[in-house]
């Protein structure tokens, strides 16, 4: 929601572990302005997390903002 500035969550993946924190700073509902996965910054456009199956913990920080890459709740319905 564009009123929580933050939140964290954490996923396991076999015997991965992904520590993820979403911030966003410009309080918006949608949109990818960056996704950080362990210090490596994604392509432009690319926001897409690799899972891997490799006993780590895994940092991603994801920023939303004005880059206008739709968030799964714009995208059309499977199906349609």
Known sequence: PEDWPRYDIVFNYRSA???????????????????VIDGQTSAPGDHSITLV??????????TLGADNTPM??????IGD
């Open 72 to 77: 799964t709740e714009d995208l059309p319905p």
């Open 53 to 62: 199956d490799d006993g780590r913990t895994h940092e991603v920080l994801i």
């Open 17 to 35: 572990r992904y520590a993820i924190t979403v911030e966003n700073p410009l309080a918006v509902n949608g949109g990818i302005a960056a996704v």
